[in-house]
């Protein structure tokens, strides 16, 4: 029903910057919900930040302040715009959607596949 496709993740030194897009495809005619992962310990998922069809946005403590999430409403892909990156943030970035697909009622919640963000010398 709906894919999603991460990208823009790659090898950067500390400090650096990285920005990731979540790119949906599918007939969405509703978008409720994004929401940026990142695989911590035990294959455990970590809010790094989220964005609702009504434009709130909500940051996870370690990405406030150096993250921003946005949102192509014309064309739907979603983007984190990663500042002074740290070690800390190296992991495996998930993206999450919920949407209405077609004509359908109930909303479709939907992951991609990840990408993979390291932050080192």
């Known amino acids: 029903q709906v894919q999603l496709v991460e990208s823009g993740g790659g090898v950067v030194p500390p400090g650096g910057s990285l920005r990731l897009s979540c790119q949906a495809s599918g007939d969405i005619t509703s978008f409720f919900a994004m929401a940026w992962y990142r695989q911590v310990l035990g294959n455990e998922l970590g809010l790094v930040a989220s964005?609702?069809?009504?434009?709130?946005?909500d940051y996870g403590d370690s990405a406030k302040g150096r993250f921003t999430i946005v949102r192509d409403t014309a064309k739907k892909p979603v983007h984190l715009q990663m500042h002074s990156l740290e070690s800390e943030d190296t992991g495996v970035y998930f993206c999450?959607?919920?949407?209405?697909?077609?004509?359908?009622?109930?909303?479709?919640?939907?992951w991609g596949q990840g990408t993979q963000v390291t932050v080192s010398l």
């Open positions: 999450n959607v919920v949407v209405r697909v077609g004509t359908q009622t109930t909303p479709v919640r939907s």
């Open positions: 964005i609702t069809g009504g434009g709130s946005i």
